[in-house]
């Protein structure tokens, strides 16, 4: 399975933008990348997933690089609600179906 | 409306005791996962179903068990349960994977506690 590392914790400001980044060196032509986060004591909510080209839905943007070798998650104004642990997963589309969590990023929001 | 529901949201057993915790989900999904959360750490996926296709992980133990006896239902069977088992147990469900659309739906889990 391929794995993803992102950084232990970050720290963001009320309002202002985060960049949550993700390194997948070993990605295959066919994983999608995606994004999940946990609330304190609620399960993983989907955030965003891309494949080659940049995303956008309502919650956040997706920036992947063009070797597909990394990614970052955008949130545009972080809000206190926006603290929780953002997951970064590799999700192939052909042999065994299944998500492995990384160790994901812990986003602490100071207001 | 909760999509994915896992039943109940705390369950406390005794060491050895067997315990079955419970999933369903209104998606109609195919695949059906369970994972193991301990405190501060990242799920853990246990096995998972797509329709009747059984796929365990390698190092998922022999103490852990499922069923999944409909698209509906799915059960996580600790056959003794051990300290070491207390955990936050996920439920999650996703349509058919090789879709580019396709993502998982979480339920709210459930804590195990073994006394």
């Known amino acids: 399975d391929a794995k993803t590392t992102q950084p232990n914790s970050m720290e963001s400001n009320e309002e202002e933008p985060v960049h949550l980044p993700c390194n997948h060196s070993?990605?295959?032509?066919?994983?999608?990348i995606h994004w999940y986060r946990q609330l304190p004591s609620q399960g993983p909510e989907y955030v965003i997933h891309?494949?080659?080209s940049n995303v956008n839905n309502r919650m956040a943007s997706l920036a992947i690089a063009e070797d597909r070798k990394s990614s970052t998650l955008i949130l545009h104004r972080a809000t206190l609600r926006d603290a929780a642990v953002y997951y970064c997963?590799?999700?192939?589309?052909?042999?065994?179906?299944?998500?492995?969590f990384g160790t994901g990023t812990r986003l602490k929001v100071l207001a | 409306d909760a999509m994915v529901i896992q039943n109940p949201r705390y369950q406390v057993t005794q060491f050895g005791k067997p315990v079955t915790l419970s999933c369903s989900q209104t998606?109609?999904?195919?695949?059906m996962y369970w994972y193991q959360q301990k405190s501060s750490q990242a799920p853990k996926l246990l096995f998972h179903?797509?329709?009747?296709?059984?796929?365990n992980e390698a190092d998922t133990p022999d103490n852990f068990q499922s069923r999944r006896p409909n698209t509906s239902f799915c059960f996580l069977d600790i056959r003794s349960p051990g300290l070491g088992d207390a955990a936050m147990y996920l439920c999650?469900?996703?349509?058919?994977?090789?879709?580019?659309?396709?993502?998982?739906?979480f339920g709210s889990g459930t804590q195990l506690s073994v006394l």
């Open positions: 999650a469900t996703s349509t058919s994977p090789e879709g580019s659309n396709e993502k998982l739906f």
């Open positions: 070993t990605i295959s032509g066919t994983d999608y």
């Open positions: 891309g494949l080659t």
């Open positions: 997963i590799l999700r192939g589309t052909s042999g065994t179906y299944k998500y492995i």
């Open positions: 998606l109609n999904h195919n695949v």
């Open positions: 179903y797509y329709d009747k296709d059984f796929n």
